[in-house]
């Protein structure tokens, strides 16, 4: 399996595009499906394999550009139909999303007897899916944040055309040089923001300095060997943050989730 691995994550690195196509949605789909498959015990012996090893945090770059890529290439049809409600059910991942959110806010019902009010995405991308649901069918107001200036744009064109512009806002920024966070009751860390432990942990050390008192953290993590497609975050090295919830799903999502606490001073 690790030459397997090794074999996907080479040809991906070598294209000069991971925009959509017929060979890189193969390539995709067929570390989904490695990713989805094996025991703790299988996934152990395949993380801690030197060839795989020497690859993990590239091959998370790659999987980073192409789900932006793919993101990018859904945002732009989605934002140019006739019909962009009809469209967007036609991207590929809708029922994961719509799970893997229907269980982060199962989880934050779990923790906290009130949803949250405010919410704050860091990372949402071109198409940011979590956010739409969450404004469409919940009513939440959420501000979106990520570093990229096309990502925001297509984002403000998606919310637009979806009538969700009053209750979407999006904002150019890196994470890091967010210093007032103290408005939202609840944020989202997408999984590919800090693409390894010192990144992660920097990135959670300022968010904690940067929160309120009793906020909550939500951070999409994973495990097993879907850690090859999204860095693992620790519970256990939450520090500052006091963890409150572990999910790991074992269907279709991909993601676990986690959710933390801003501690008191």
């Known amino acids: 399996m690790s030459s397997r691995i090794h074999r996907i994550y080479q040809e991906l690195a070598m294209m000069g ?61 989605i934002g140019a139909a ?12 809708v029922p994961n999303y719509e799970k893997l959110t229907r269980l982060e806010l199962s989880a934050l019902r779990g923790v906290r007897d009130a949803m949250p009010r405010s919410v704050l995405f860091i990372g949402s991308g071109p198409l940011p899916f979590t956010s739409m649901l969450l404004a469409q069918r919940h009513g939440l107001a959420v501000t979106n944040i990520d570093i990229d ?14 009538g969700l512009s009053d209750r979407l806002s999006f904002i150019r920024a890196d994470a890091m040089a967010c210093t007032d966070l103290a408005d939202f009751d609840c944020v989202f860390l997408a999984a590919l923001v800090g693409m390894n432990k010192r ?58 989730v986690i959710i933390a606490e801003r501690p008191e001073e």
Not at 64 to 72: S, V
Not at 82 to 93: C, K, S, T, W
Not at 149 to 162: I, K, M, P, Y
């Open 82 to 93: 006739a019909d962009p409600a009809a469209e967007l059910q036609r991207f590929p991942y």
């Open 199 to 256: 990144e992660k942990g920097q990135l959670l050390r300022h968010l904690c300095a940067s929160m309120r008192p009793g906020a909550l953290l939500l951070v999409r993590s994973s495990q097993r060997l879907r850690a090859l497609l999204y860095p693992e975050v620790d519970i256990h090295g939450m520090n500052p943050f006091v963890p409150l919830l572990e999910l790991h799903p074992h269907d279709e999502v991909i993601n676990s």
């Open 17 to 77: 595009s991971l925009e959509p196509s017929q060979r890189v949605n193969q390539l995709f789909s067929e570390l989904v499906s490695i990713a989805r498959s094996g025991s703790r015990s299988e996934a152990e012996s395949v993380l801690e394999d030197p060839i795989v090893g020497a690859i993990r945090e590239a091959l998370w770059r790659v999987c980073a550009r192409g789900e932006y890529e793919l993101e990018r290439h859904w945002a732009g049809r």
């Open 149 to 162: 200036e096309e990502a925001c744009d297509s984002a403000r064109t998606l919310a637009r055309r979806l």
